[in-house]
């Protein structure tokens, strides 16, 4: 049996497919809003880390001046 499309039935399927669209957007809507917060969350603990790197670099370089200087300080 051969399926007619009538008005009606044209009209329910667009019906539909607009729900079925605005579900879609409502949700990517709601994965983008949890992924930017978490880039967000992400981003504050690459400051963090940028600075104890920073921190760890500075210590490391100080430490190295001081052990040359007290290298050359006992050859003289």
């Given amino acids: 049996m051969r399926a007619t499309w009538t008005d009606s039935r044209l ?3 667009a019906a539909r497919t607009d729900k079925r669209f605005d579900e879609l957007e409502r ?9 930017d917060h978490e880039f967000r969350e992400m981003r504050g603990e690459i400051g963090g880390l940028h600075r104890a ?10 430490t190295l001046i001081v052990a040359f200087a007290g290298l050359i300080a006992t050859q003289i």
């Fill in 11 to 13: 009209d329910d399927f």
């Fill in 53 to 62: 790197i920073i921190q760890v670099g500075g210590g490391l370089i100080g």
């Fill in 27 to 35: 949700r990517m809507d709601a994965g983008f809003a949890r992924a």
